[in-house]
Every structure is written in C-alpha cells, then in structure tokens.
C-alpha cells in the first residue's frame, strides 16, 4: 500500500542545532506539504511543494527550509532550532487533483532544549 | 487567502448526544472543504469531504456535514455520539481551482465524550 512515512518519530535536540526531518511518501503525488501542530494554533503551514525543485514558503517559514530533489521526498530543516520549534511536525501530501485531498504522516515530535 | 473559523475550541458531549460543530471559511471563490479528525497520539484523517454537487455529504462513522454557501458554513453534524469519538476534530479549505492544493485549518475542536 501506498503511504507517507516520517523520521524520526521523536527527537531531542539543544537550541543552536541544525534538525532535518524526513518524510517521504510512495503515493507519487506531485505535492507535498510541512504543517506544525502547536496548542491552541491548530495546523499552520511551513512549506510546500507542486513538483521537483519547487519550494514555496507557508505562514511560519522563518527558520525553516525544505528542498525537493525528487517526488517521493520533502525533508524539513531547522537551520539553527530555538525553543520556539518545539512542536509536533507533519508532512502531508496530495495529488494536483481538483479534490485536493490531503494525507498526511504520522507525525514528528520535536523538542528543542 | 483563505481564512477558517471554528466556533468552539472543547465541547463536552454525554454519549448518545447529538453532535454539531460549527466552521465558516472566508474566501472569494470556489473552494474545497473538509473535515478531518485527529484521535489522541495519532495523525489527521479524514472524516469527509465536499467538492461539488450536493451540499449534504455524508462521511465515515456516522458523520454528515452540510455545506451553505450563503453562509460560507460547512458544520459538521452527528446524531449520537459515542466514547469512541473523543478527538480533536478540524475544519480545512482548499482552492484547487486558484492553484492553490494547500489546505488552510481551522484552529481545532476538542470533543470530549463521557460514558
């Protein structure tokens, strides 16, 4: 079957480091998406993808940064991760379809001391 | 852009309750809607979606959810509520025909139901 996978699961990092979540999905959908899912905010977009080596930014870009070497992948990046990115993190993707319906992964919690 | 609202941030519902949870969207043109749920420690899925045609759509688990477009309201409705529905339950927009596949949420409803 078909799916969106992400790695890691859960991961501890200090303030400063560079964090790169991986999400990756065999459902050859041409879009692909990065939400945070904080208290209170629901899900807010980070960025987002239509096809290979397109990127654009979502409503919470500062800190983030995502490239798109090929279709099935959509690695997330925190540049210098601060406490303000503690939050669970899920990819998302979806066929360039009129329904646009989204699937999205398990989900990756961060926490960033 | 478009923009969703959801009325009630946790609502607490006895079993065998009727459901309704109220979501309006903001947004110019023709959109896509949804309803997705979110059961505790795990992932959205979705509940239901509306693309066109009849207004009254009809999801999984016993889920319906009706679109008005005078009112740009698209609350989602159940008759009875089980245990088994505590969750976290949003309301999203998208905008294929503008291009625009991202899908914008709501802020989230918490249901809790009690036995």
């Known amino acids: 079957d078909a799916e969106i996978t992400q790695s890691p699961r859960h991961k501890i990092t200090e303030t400063g480091r560079q964090v790169t979540l991986a999400c990756h999905q065999t459902?050859?959908?041409?879009?692909m998406f990065w939400y945070r899912q904080d208290l209170g905010h629901g899900l807010r977009l980070i960025h987002y993808?239509?096809?290979?080596?397109?990127?654009n930014k979502g409503e919470v870009s500062d800190g983030y940064s995502v490239s798109r070497s090929n279709t099935e992948d959509l690695p997330l990046t925190l540049e210098s991760a601060a406490s303000s990115q503690t939050s669970v993190y899920f990819c998302?993707?979806?066929?360039?379809?009129?329904?646009?319906?989204?699937?999205f992964g398990e989900g990756s919690r961060l926490t960033v001391l | 852009a478009q923009s969703v609202s959801q009325h009630n941030h946790h609502v607490i519902l006895s079993e065998a309750a009727s459901l309704e949870l109220g979501c309006n969207y903001s947004?110019?043109?023709?959109?896509?809607l949804f309803w997705y749920v979110q059961y505790p420690g795990q992932h959205l899925q979705l509940l239901l979606k509306?693309?066109?045609?009849?207004?009254l759509v009809k999801g999984i688990k016993g889920f319906e959810a009706e679109f008005i477009k005078s009112k740009f309201s698209f609350n989602l409705r159940k008759p009875s509520v089980q245990w088994s529905d505590t969750a976290e339950y949003f309301c999203?927009?998208?905008?294929?025909?503008?291009?625009?596949?991202?899908?914008?949420f709501g802020k989230g409803t918490k249901l809790s139901v009690i036995p």
């Open positions: 998302a993707s979806s066929e360039s379809s009129a329904v646009g319906e989204l699937f």
């Open positions: 459902w050859n959908h041409n879009n």
């Open positions: 993808s239509y096809g290979v080596q397109d990127t």
């Open positions: 947004y110019g043109g023709t959109v896509n």
């Open positions: 509306y693309f066109s045609g009849d207004p």
């Open positions: 999203a927009v998208n905008a294929p025909w503008a291009g625009s596949y991202q899908l914008t």
